[in-house]
């Protein structure tokens, strides 16, 4: 069973635009973190936000976190190409719980 | 410092034959999971090891082995491979127990069972 679910599962943006990516969870947790996977390769780590966190911020990235309402979100600014990936969410249990992902698609 | 290797990148087996795909990180990280990705889906866990000797099952670890005799390695054993094993495996390491630290992961198994 998946924790995560992103939404939406699918979006196309043009360069320069922002893309959000949203999360919802299921159960309570103590962190959440957002991956990065480019087509053929593995995840890459982007984001760990804890419970007792609302909002974060790396570079582009900023993630919120509610969870009174058990979702999250990603936002990527001024979006380039090279942002075309999937991103997924994934919350702590004994490992980690991956969402089905976002596949986002940035257009030059 | 080559982070997370797996070995080998692609395969193929027929059904009822069985193998070990080979994990592999040089960050002397305590946690190794073992993770399957199907089209469309996200990672299952599979298995995940705390440390040397110590294994546990995830969420999927049905037709599965593995083992932890160093900190370095965590091999992942198809017992007797069926078409419904077909995927792509990933292994990912980290510090502390995993849920609570970034996974580092590998470049991915990806494996066809005919």
């Known amino acids: 069973s998946q924790q995560g679910e992103e939404d939406p599962q699918a979006l196309s943006i043009q360069e320069g635009e922002n893309a959000t990516m949203n999360c919802s969870y299921k159960?309570?947790?103590?962190?959440l973190q957002w991956y990065r996977q480019n087509s053929g390769r593995g995840l890459v780590h982007l984001i760990l936000?804890?419970?007792?966190?609302r909002e974060k911020h790396s570079g582009r990235l900023r993630v919120t976190l509610d969870t009174s309402k058990k979702s999250s979100s990603l936002l990527i600014t001024a979006s380039r190409a090279a942002d075309t990936a999937s991103y997924f969410c994934?919350?702590?249990?004994?490992?980690?719980?991956f969402g089905a992902g976002t596949r986002l698609a940035v257009h030059p | 410092n080559a982070g997370v290797t797996q070995t080998p990148k692609f395969q193929v087996l027929k059904t009822g034959q069985s193998m070990t795909l080979q994990c592999a990180q040089d960050?002397?990280?305590?946690?190794m999971s073992w993770y399957r990705q199907d089209p469309g889906m996200g990672l299952r866990l599979i298995h995940y090891?705390?440390?040397?000797?110590?294994?546990d099952q995830g969420e999927v670890p049905n037709g599965y082995n593995v083992s932890r005799s160093t900190t370095e390695d965590f091999p992942l054993r198809l017992l007797s491979a069926a078409p419904s094993q077909t995927s792509v495996y990933f292994c990912?390491?980290?510090?502390?127990?995993?849920?609570?630290?970034?996974?580092?992961f590998g470049d991915g198994t990806r494996l066809s069972i005919l």
């Open positions: 960050m002397n990280h305590e946690y």
């Open positions: 936000i804890r419970s007792n966190e």
């Open positions: 990912a390491s980290s510090y502390g127990t995993g849920g609570n630290q970034p996974q580092h």
């Open positions: 090891s705390v440390g040397a000797g110590i294994t």
């Open positions: 159960t309570s947790i103590n962190n």
């Open positions: 994934a919350t702590d249990a004994f490992g980690l719980i």
